[in-house]
C-alpha cells in the first residue's frame, strides 16, 4: 500500500498539488506557502578567506601577534557553527502554529489512518492549508 499526499491552500476549491513522495511534496507546500520567503540554507564563511584577511593585518600591524591565536580560534568557533548550522534541518512551515522542520511535518502522519490532514502555514503565519494523507 502506498501514500498520496495532497496540498491545500485556504481559498482554493481543489488541490494544489500531490506526489507520493512526501518530502517533495513538503518542499513545494514551502515553496507554495512561503513564496519568496522560502526559508535558506545558512552560509559557510571562507574560512581560508578569513585566516588570510588575519595575517595579512598582522603583517601590516594592526593586530598583535598575541591576539592573532584568539582571532583564529574564534574563525574556527564562528566556522563550526556556521557548518552545523547549515547541516541543520530548517523549519519549512508551520505545524501547529509552531516552526516545523520536513521531518517533524512527515511525523505528524506516522500511524495516522487514511484521510489524515495536518494544517499547515507559511512561515509568516499569512497562508495557511493542509497536507492530507491518502493510502492507496
Do not use: Q, W, Y
Request: hydrophobic share 55%.
Amino acid at each position: 500500500m502506498a501514500n498520496l499526499f495532497t496540498l491545500n491552500i485556504a481559498g482554493t476549491l481543489a488541490p494544489v498539488d500531490s506526489d507520493c513522495n512526501a518530502n517533495a511534496l513538503i518542499d513545494r507546500a514551502a515553496a507554495a506557502l512561503n513564496g519568496d520567503a522560502a526559508p535558506v540554507a545558512a552560509d559557510v564563511p571562507d574560512a581560508d578567506a578569513l585566516r588570510c584577511a588575519l595575517f595579512t593585518r598582522v603583517a601590516a600591524g594592526e593586530v598583535a601577534a598575541a591576539d592573532a591565536a584568539a582571532a583564529l580560534k574564534a574563525i574556527d568557533a564562528e566556522v563550526a557553527a556556521a557548518v552545523k548550522a547549515a547541516k541543520a534541518d530548517p523549519a519549512v512551515l508551520l505545524l501547529a502554529g509552531e516552526p516545523a522542520t520536513r521531518a517533524e511535518i512527515k511525523r505528524a502522519f506516522r500511524g495516522a489512518d487514511h484521510g489524515t490532514s495536518v494544517a499547515v502555514a507559511s512561515l509568516d503565519g499569512k497562508t495557511e492549508g493542509a497536507i492530507t494523507m491518502f493510502r492507496v
